[in-house]
């Protein structure tokens, strides 16, 4: 995705939110590096294209690291392109089946409110932060 990314990148997610420039590239960063290891598996799938725009449904396997449990979210991406980079990036994917998923019974109780989004971004955005500070300090 890196090598995809145009500099002026702007990524859109249900667990991130809208992120920016080297915030959505280090996104792609943190995730590889913490699913480094493990049973992680992408499987993509209906890939179409145009100069201008495309589109993609990918399947994401992996072990949700809070809770241990067992995760196969199904995402669907869209694509705008400029200078043949990908300038705009939205991930859609149903926040409530990946919350039941990763959470079980507070997932299921709580993973369609508007309090748990703001939440999850909340805390993905810090996890975010964490792994940048770090990365600064490595340079």
Not at 15 to 29: S, Y
Not at 45 to 56: F, L, M, Q, R, V
């Amino acid at each position: 995705m890196l090598e995809c990314y145009h500099d002026n990148i702007t990524f859109e997610d249900p667990a991130f939110g809208v992120l920016h420039g080297e915030d959505a590239k280090n996104m792609w960063r943190m995730l590889c590096q913490t699913q480094r290891g493990k049973e992680f598996k992408v499987i993509t799938s209906n890939i179409e294209y145009t100069p201008e725009a495309g589109k993609a449904r990918w399947e994401a396997f992996y072990t949700f690291s809070k809770t241990g449990r067992k995760v196969h979210n199904v995402i669907h991406a869209t694509f705008k392109l400029k200078d043949g980079k990908i300038i705009n990036h939205e991930d859609r994917f149903n926040l409530y089946k990946w919350s039941k998923q990763t959470m079980g019974l507070k997932g299921i109780l709580m993973g369609w409110t508007p309090f748990f989004r703001k939440k999850l971004n909340n805390q993905t955005r810090f996890l975010l932060s964490e792994f940048q500070k770090k990365q600064i300090k490595n340079v």
